[in-house]
Nanobody
C-alpha cells in the first residue's frame, strides 16, 4: 500500500526556519515527480514547489522563491522542503504529493487533471 508521510511542521517565530520531510513507501520513488502544497484556512490549496524525478529541476511559486528550497534523496525515498525567513502568511497545512511520470513543474498546474498520491499534511504555524 502506498504511504506518504510528512513531518517537520511546528510552531516557529517569524523569520525562523523549518525543514519539512516527506517519506514515501509502496512505490518506485524515482518514477515520481514530487511536490509540496499548502492550504490555509479559508483559502484554496496552492502548489508551492515541485521537483522532477531525478531532482535536477525544481520549480517554485512566486511567493516562496528565494525563501524555500525543495530537494529529494531518491535513495531514501524522501523529499524535503527547507523553509527560511518564514512569514505569518506561510501558516498553513503543508502537504506532500507524488505524481507518476509527470514533469517537474506539475504542482503548479491544475490538479483536477492529475492523479497523485497525497500525505495527511503537517501543520506549520508562524507567529509574528
Amino acid at each position: 500500500q502506498v504511504q506518504v508521510v510528512e513531518s517537520g511542521g511546528g510552531l516557529v517565530q517569524a523569520g525562523g526556519s523549518l525543514r519539512l520531510s516527506c517519506t514515501v513507501s509502496g512505490l518506485r520513488f524515482a518514477d515520481y515527480a514530487m511536490g509540496w502544497f499548502r492550504q490555509a484556512p479559508g483559502k484554496e490549496r496552492e502548489g508551492l514547489s515541485c521537483i522532477n524525478m531525478s531532482g535536477r529541476a525544481a520549480y517554485y511559486e512566486d511567493s516562496v522563491k528565494g525563501r524555500f528550497t525543495i530537494s529529494r534523496e531518491n535513495g531514501k525515498n524522501t523529499m524535503y522542503l527547507q523553509m527560511n525567513t518564514l512569514k505569518p502568511e506561510d501558516t498553513a497545512m503543508y502537504y506532500c504529493a507524488a505524481a507518476e511520470g509527470y514533469g517537474g513543474m506539475w504542482c503548479l498546474l491544475d490538479q483536477e487533471m492529475i492523479d497523485s498520491y497525497w500525505g495527511q499534511g503537517t501543520q506549520v504555524t508562524v507567529s509574528s
